[in-house]
């Protein structure tokens, strides 16, 4: 059973990190309606907003469950894929580390792949307007924006002797590692504020809540993009058997994370033809490249006792 429902001016499918960003930012203009959906629950366990927590979230019900496909080279195992289901996203269940990445990665992806707009010097722009670092500022940091970035506020005796050690290798100490250089030793940084965590939903949705032209609606799973003439006009919504359709009058934005992002549009017919047609859906747009070199960063974690 199909039910028309509400009209927004901007859909955004997700409320991970991107979704509760572009949700704030959209909002602001109060002329302009937003829905933003979550397929998770909200962020109001107390153990996303403890620092520790993230330990015993990345294995909950606040994440996908996803698992990789058995690895020839790590003895067949498959591997865990933690991706948030939660408002917040991944950064309401990671464990906060505040590092932007190397810039040579960003200048790669002009040069080599053409995506203009996503140099290093772009993109150091739009991350100072997002930080609100407590003790870094000049070229490369900012404070006052949405998001929390602090140091460490009592290193493990382990942890300064882990980077003593580090030192003492020939190591160059480093206070910044989204500074001139990641090279080096040193303590990161991570995304709090107050000794709390600080992700996107704290740090830009949380504070905009009361506008009225924003709508959150939590534990809602976009099932669908609807098409019309090549154009995505809404998204579909399953409601226990029922069917809930929204419309968008300006935009439908996809901000499901790097596996369900390409997922919701596979599933709308929006990929490579072959391979929506072994799955037997109908060809919208043919998009060979959706669903393909997908990249995700493995932690490898090294417990050592005596």
């Known amino acids: 059973?199909?039910?028309?429902?509400?009209?927004?001016?901007?859909?955004?499918?997700?409320?991970?990190?991107?979704?509760?960003?572009?949700?704030?930012?959209?909002?602001?203009?109060?002329?302009?309606?937003?829905?933003?959906?979550?397929?998770?629950?909200?962020?109001?366990?107390?153990?996303?907003?403890?620092?520790?927590?993230?330990a015993k979230l990345t294995a909950g019900p606040f994440q996908w469950g996803y698992v990789s496909q058995p690895q020839k080279h790590a003895m067949d195992r498959r591997i865990p894929l933690a991706q948030g289901r939660v408002l917040?996203?991944?950064?309401?269940?990671?464990?906060?580390?505040?590092?932007?990445?190397?810039?040579?990665?960003?200048?790669?992806?002009?040069?080599?792949?053409?995506?203009?707009?996503?140099?290093?010097?772009?993109?150091?722009?739009?991350?100072?307007?997002?930080e609100d670092n407590e003790r870094l500022s000049g070229?490369?940091?900012?404070?006052?924006?949405?998001?929390?970035?602090?140091?460490?506020?009592?290193?493990?005796?382990?942890t300064k002797a882990f980077v003593q050690?580090?030192?003492?290798?020939?190591?160059p100490?480093?206070?910044?590692f989204n500074g001139e250089s990641q090279f080096g030793v040193g303590y990161y940084q991570t995304?709090?504020?107050n000794g709390k965590g600080c992700s996107a939903a704290v740090g830009y949705l949380h504070p905009v809540l009361n506008r009225k032209n924003l709508v959150v609606k939590t534990q809602v799973n976009v099932?669908?993009?609807?098409?019309?003439?090549?154009?995505?006009?809404?998204?579909?919504?399953?409601?226990?058997?029922?069917?809930l359709n929204f419309t968008a009058t300006r935009?439908?934005?996809?901000?499901?994370?790097?596996?369900?992002?390409?997922?919701?549009?596979?599933?709308?017919?929006?990929g490579d033809p072959v391979d929506l047609q072994k799955a037997g859906v109908e060809i919208e747009c043919e998009l060979k490249g959706v669903g393909k070199n997908l990249q995700d960063h493995c932690d490898l974690d090294i417990i050592y006792s005596i």
């Not at 404070?143 to 929390?148: Q, S, T």
């Not at 050690?165 to 190591?171: C, D, I, P, T, V």
């Open 1 to 54: 059973m199909t039910k028309s429902n509400e009209r927004f001016d901007y859909i955004i499918a997700g409320g991970g990190t991107a979704g509760c960003v572009l949700a704030a930012k959209l909002s602001a203009d109060p002329s302009v309606t937003v829905l933003l959906l979550e397929a998770g629950k909200s962020d109001s366990h107390p153990l996303i907003h403890i620092p520790a927590g993230f």
């Open 88 to 130: 917040g996203g991944g950064g309401s269940i990671n464990a906060q580390v505040y590092t932007r990445g190397a810039r040579d990665d960003y200048d790669r992806w002009v040069s080599k792949y053409g995506c203009n707009g996503w140099d290093s010097e772009t993109m150091l722009r739009y991350f100072k307007m997002a």
């Open 139 to 158: 070229e490369y940091h900012s404070h006052g924006g949405p998001l929390g970035v602090s140091d460490l506020a009592n290193p493990h005796e382990l």
């Open 165 to 171: 050690s580090g030192q003492e290798m020939g190591l």
């Open 173 to 176: 100490y480093n206070s910044d």
């Open 191 to 193: 995304t709090t504020r």
């Open 223 to 243: 099932s669908r993009i609807i098409i019309e003439n090549k154009i995505a006009v809404g998204v579909s919504v399953m409601n226990g058997k029922s069917i």
């Open 251 to 270: 935009e439908v934005i996809v901000a499901a994370g790097a596996f369900g992002s390409p997922k919701l549009m596979q599933l709308s017919g929006i």
